[in-house]
């Protein structure tokens, strides 16, 4: 039985391509999860809002938005983690396609400028990385304005 060497490399690439895919579907799945904790959070902070007082809902609301500012950071690192591993991977897709008779993966990034014509492509690891950004500052704000009324209030 005669192996093509083509054969073989097209082969790993399938498989190495698939890999890459499985990794962007996790990262899809970890963004999806953030809005879904950011959520639950936010109905938590309602139900707070509504069925607690005084010291209590200080207390909680203060809990709820540290949650809420360690989960974003969190989901800010891993999805930049995400972002450098699609990255090499990619860089070793586009090695392995210079041994292929077509480069589709090459010559898809060489039309959109490489990643660094934003008039013909933003990468999705630029956009995707400011979700958990607002929703920490979210949680920051509404950290630093508990803290401050509630100071405010001993004070006077």
């Not at 799945?29 to 809005?35: D, Q, R, W």
Request: include cysteine; proline fraction near 3%; aromatic fraction near 12%.
């Amino acid at each position: 039985m005669v192996v093509d060497k083509l054969d073989v490399k097209v082969k790993q690439y399938e498989l190495y391509l698939n890999g890459i895919e499985q990794i962007s579907n996790r990262r899809g799945k970890a963004l999806g999860s953030l809005v879904a904790l950011n959520s639950a959070y936010f109905t938590c902070g309602g139900i707070i809002l509504q069925f607690t007082e005084g010291t209590n809902r200080v207390v909680l609301l203060c809990g709820l938005s540290l949650l809420g500012v360690l989960t974003s950071a969190i989901f800010f690192f891993l999805l930049k983690s995400y972002g450098q591993l699609n990255s090499a991977k990619f860089q070793v897709l586009h090695k392995i396609e210079k041994q292929l008779p077509l480069q589709p993966y090459t010559e898809e990034w060489s039309i959109v400028g490489n990643g660094n014509d934003r008039s013909r492509y933003r990468p999705f690891s630029h956009i995707e990385k400011w979700i958990p950004v607002i929703f920490g500052l979210v949680y920051f704000v509404v950290l630093v304005a508990i803290v401050f009324s509630h100071v405010r209030i001993i004070i006077n």
